[in-house]
């Protein structure tokens, strides 16, 4: 009996583990809209790496899924691949202000992250 709850427990845990690690689109650009506001305000090393990184996976979870407008089309679709170019760009960018954040350029962190909002703006005049 004591075997089976533990199963049962541990069955639960990793599946409900599983299904809060897999967001939904929209869960993944919240993430990037508010992580992308702290690296912006941020004076804090620790705190603007924490929210490239979370951006970083906000983003490479978005290349997984499809945004409505696409969906039905084929994943090797011209507009497929052009939104998988935009969050490719975006991930460039990410990894380019966290090498400069680690390495305690914040003010290059902040430059370099200003071209987010141009990558949003640019991929929700296409495929929102």
Known sequence: M??????????TLLFTSVAALAQDLSADMDVLKGASRTVQKTDDKAEMVRALTDMRAAATDAKTQTP?????????????????????????????????????????????????????NEGHKQFR
């Open 68 to 120: 409505e407008k696409l969906q039905g089309q084929a994943a090797d679709s011209e507009q497929v691949k052009q939104y998988h170019g935009l969050l490719d760009q975006l991930i460039g960018r990410i990894d380019a202000s966290l090498r400069l954040a680690n390495a305690g350029d914040l003010a290059g962190a902040k430059e370099q992250a200003k071209g987010f909002d141009a990558i949003r």
């Open 2 to 11: 004591r075997k089976l709850l533990i199963a049962m427990l541990s069955s």
